[in-house]
């Protein structure tokens, strides 16, 4: 895809262990010094109920657009090791982490393999991812169903607290 016209991506990064704020600082610096990406925005930092396993602290939460020329494939191994290079450790579903980074979105694209799926499978299910993205991206429209994500964000399932800080990555 090297070549090819840059193509919107965005990110979802959250943390819930330790110097959370450090780590999302440092996983935008890190996804910004990656080949062929320009991070182009970052929402505001939110602090939000843990999803899923709730016997855990609280996230941090954020959503990074950027620019690439690269694929998807390579995005994600990039993201993957950025996490790894980090101390992210193999960890039960929706359980603590130093960082997650997942890919949201990239441009118009649906990818279905066994190792990513983009859009992000229960993207729409989650305010923590919504409510950042509608914030950088009101009326972008979700390749898969149409719909932009404030009207997505409108009827999601959930009714986790979700709490503006003052944190500032960008």
């Not at 494939?73 to 996490?83: A, D, T």
């Not at 066994?114 to 979700?142: C, D, G, Y």
Request: contains cysteine; proline residues 7%.
């Amino acid at each position: 895809m090297s070549g090819d016209p840059s193509v919107r991506v965005y990110l979802g990064i959250g943390s819930n262990i330790g110097e959370r704020e450090m780590h999302l600082r440092e996983s935008v610096q890190r996804i910004n010094a990656l080949e062929c990406i320009t991070v182009v925005e970052v929402s505001s930092v939110y602090e939000t109920e843990p999803w899923g396993f709730t016997g855990q602290g609280p996230f941090l939460n954020c959503v990074v657009c950027l620019e690439t020329d690269t694929t998807p494939e390579v995005l994600f191994n990039n993201v993957k090791r950025i996490e790894k290079d980090m101390g992210r450790t193999e960890a039960k579903r929706n359980h603590p982490r130093i960082i997650d980074i997942d890919i949201l979105l990239f441009g118009s694209l649906e990818i279905h393999t066994p190792e990513l799926s983009i859009p992000h499978p229960s993207m729409l299910q989650r305010r923590f991812v919504l409510v950042p993205l509608a914030e950088l991206a009101p009326t972008l429209r979700h390749p898969h169903c149409g719909d932009s994500i404030t009207s997505l964000l409108a009827v999601c399932p959930d009714k986790g607290q979700i709490r503006k800080t003052d944190i500032q990555l960008a």
